[in-house]
């Protein structure tokens, strides 16, 4: 199947974010005017980077007739998850709150998928009771728990099997996916004869199978592989009679990386094309990192700075709790100072770390700041994906506060959750006893 290219994604093409008068600034707004207003650290969304990279991604899909589905485990803010279903984009969840968040959000159940390896009896009896478009089942156990609770329901539910096909994203351990070892999906080889079993149930509508290899994908060899297996397995099951209709395609589409600019949208395009693309399927990708990772900066300050053994040590008040993806998996955002540089090539190293007491509380080493002192504000880029919706409230630290920009107006899309509402959360209540009182405890 041929389509047409999309126009190209150009490693600096990030307007959202750039120097006026040597000052940062968010699409129309000075981040620090922002800052003056918001205490650090907050996360700072511009919502035109969100339409920016929805648009370059449904361009490329639109001759192929994809749709798209955010992962909402990228960013959960309810805000976020309107803008993108305003431009028409479906939600991938993985669990009830992520269901209740796209609702909320006004997401239409019809275009709402639910994915996971651990959802409960009233996860699933509620996603049948909202009509969601599909339930991605990840093992021969959940297909009876979902055919148990339609059954309770009277309803059919409309499920797809996600097969693990064995293939490496060729991306970090920990968010790789697909590989025969991985706790996600159903072994390649086991799918015909549970597919044909589930077909057969009354309470079951198959509609079809779902696949992901894994997040921040940058080198697209692994996609062409997952999704050729994917098409073998359609035609084999065509071949038995059974009927396939829709194919989900996950996520995992990589941003740029230091020097690396990421995954070509067109090639990517062009794979699914080559491989799934004149199957008949209805198809589906659901992207996370792609639609909102450039969109966010993680907002900081720098508190104290002490010398190191090879470096100057910067701490600042942004913590692990706050942005957890240096710790988890060794990712190394890029700082950008609110002052434009000048002279970059003199500046000291500095290595900037967090106030969490945990060594792995470590944003990694940096060149190029410019000479920094305490109350100087930095902003780590790339962070609107995997970033608030991973926050926590660790070393009893107040969850982080999000903003979004739009043009020359920002808002708060979650205020700062502080130490006293925490602890009303842990007001004590009365000592009960019995299995009838624990129940009632437990709501």
């Not at 798209?68 to 669990?95: H, P, Q, T, Y």
């Not at 396939?244 to 020097?259: H, Y």
Request: aromatic letters at 6%.
């Amino acid at each position: 199947m041929a389509i047409s290219k999309p126009r190209k994604i150009k490693p600096n093409q990030q307007e959202w974010f750039h120097y006026r008068a040597g000052e940062l600034h968010v699409e129309g707004l000075c981040l620090a005017d922002i800052a003056r207003e918001v205490p650090t650290p907050f996360y700072c969304y511009s919502a035109e980077a969100m339409r920016w990279a929805y648009s370059v991604l449904a361009d490329a899909l639109r001759p192929i007739g994809v749709s798209i589905c955010f992962a909402v485990k990228a960013n959960s803010n309810i805000a976020v998850l309107r803008l993108l279903s305003e431009l028409g984009c479906g939600m991938d969840i993985v669990s009830g709150g992520e269901l209740e968040r796209a609702l909320a959000a006004g997401a239409p159940s019809s275009r709402i998928i639910f994915s996971g390896v651990g959802k409960t009896r009233a996860e699933i009896a509620r996603a049948l009771e909202t009509g969601i478009h599909q339930i991605n089942v990840e093992s021969a156990a959940e297909i009876e728990v979902i055919a148990e609770v339609a059954r309770s329901l009277g309803r059919r539910a409309t499920i797809a099997l996600r097969v693990n096909p064995d293939v490496d994203a060729k991306t970090h351990a920990e968010i790789t996916t697909a590989t025969k070892d991985s706790k996600f999906g159903i072994a390649i080889d086991e799918i015909p004869a549970l597919y044909a079993r589930a077909v057969a149930r009354p309470e079951l509508d198959v509609q079809g199978l779902a696949v992901h290899i894994g997040s921040q994908v940058q080198d697209l060899s692994p996609f062409r592989r997952a999704f050729g297996a994917m098409a073998e397995l359609v035609t084999g099951l065509r071949q038995q009679g059974l009927e396939v209709p829709r194919l989900d395609l996950g996520g995992g589409i990589g941003i740029a990386v230091g020097d690396n600019p990421g995954p070509d949208i067109a090639e990517y395009a062009s794979i699914i094309a080559e491989t799934v693309g004149n199957l008949g399927c209805h198809l589906t990708v659901e992207p996370g990192r792609w639609l909102v990772g450039r969109a966010g900066l993680l907002v900081t300050e720098l508190l104290y700075l002490k010398d190191g053994q090879d470096s100057h040590i910067a701490i600042v008040d942004a913590g692990m709790n706050d942005l957890m993806r240096p710790a988890l998996y060794d990712a190394k955002h890029r700082v950008m100072p609110f002052r434009q540089v000048k002279g970059a090539a003199a500046s000291p190293r500095y290595r900037i770390v967090g106030p969490i007491c945990e060594s792995s509380d470590d944003f990694g080493a940096y060149e190029g700041l410019g000479e920094l002192k305490a109350g100087d504000l930095l902003t780590f880029d790339c962070a609107g994906a995997y970033g608030a919706s991973m926050a926590s409230t660790y070393n009893s630290r107040d969850l982080v506060a999000e903003i979004l920009v739009d043009d020359d107006h920002f808002r708060t899309i979650r205020r700062r959750q502080s130490i006293r509402e925490m602890l009303a959360l842990e007001d004590a209540g009365d000592w009960q006893s019995g299995s009838a009182a624990a129940r009632k405890a437990a709501g």
